[in-house]
């Protein structure tokens, strides 16, 4: 069984720099794209940002460039997400992905709050 378990979130001053987590598990998958979506109040779910494992290329919404960046430790089975310069609209729940082919998989989500 496919497991993707967030973690790192909370309440987070703006201008803050905290680090998502998320640990992988159950999936033998050689060739997938594993990353972050985010959903706010009210506001459909979009892509944050994600990393291919085949060759590590990585892809960026145009509202986190710059500020956020995406990494993975293959041997722990994690992927993180260091965001940087939050801002009070970064605020929502976040959630890990994980696709291979016709598959896709989904964590439960962690809420970052970006307020004073």
């Known amino acids: 069984e496919v497991q993707l378990v967030e973690s790192g979130g909370g309440l987070v001053q703006p201008g803050g720099s905290p680090r998502l987590s998320c640990a992988a598990s159950g999936f033998t998958f050689v060739d997938y794209a594993i990353g972050w979506f985010r959903q706010a109040p009210g506001k459909e779910r979009e892509g944050v940002s994600c990393?291919?494992?085949?060759?590590?290329?990585?892809y960026y919404a145009d509202s986190v460039k710059g500020r956020f960046t995406i990494s993975s430790d293959n041997d722990k089975n994690t992927v993180y997400l260091q965001m940087n310069s939050l801002k009070p609209e970064d605020t929502a729940v976040y959630y890990c992905?994980?696709?291979?082919?016709?598959?896709?998989?989904w964590g439960r989500g962690t809420q970052v709050t970006v307020s004073s």
């Open positions: 992905n994980v696709r291979a082919g016709p598959f896709e998989y």
């Open positions: 990393i291919s494992s085949s060759d590590g290329s990585t």
